[in-house]
């Protein structure tokens, strides 16, 4: 009998453990942005753009505690990135987009393309200068924009201003 119940009882470990697992896997999912949603969101804000989903990161870059999706796209002489705040699938975020032109020898000009994303962890200072309005805050990443070619575009999440804010050198 007493064999009997502990095998019972290392079945509903066992059991209790697979369902949590099961459980933490499901609501790891539901927190990852929707793709499709995603680039839906920015075909519809900026229906000329090719949009390269390719290129599509999952960061919190809105430092909400909330994963955004940052992907980039191309339309003849211009580089765009576009970001959906929060969950991709949520119909109340607005898709933020930046545009950039390629070969201008110019400050908001990308030198060349591809261009990919790399994501970092945020630093409000450079070894120039403080970024405005930039706060430390614990999960929130910063983006960088990289030609290889040229300066790489470094967004951050300006708390001040609510909004992505870039910088170059």
Known sequence: MKAT????????????????????????AQDKPDLKAALGGLQAAKPKVNWDEKTAVSADVTCDGKADTAVIGYEEGFV????????????????MTFRFTVGKDTQDSFCRVPVRIEISAIECKTEDFDLPGCKTVKGCSALSLIDEACDAFHFYWNSSRKRLTWWRR
């Open 5 to 28: 119940v502990g095998i019972k009882m290392r079945q509903r470990a066992v059991l209790i453990g697979l369902i949590a697992l099961f459980s933490a896997s499901l609501s790891g």
């Open 80 to 95: 765009w990135l576009g970001v959906i705040p929060g969950h991709a699938g949520d119909k109340q975020a607005k898709p």
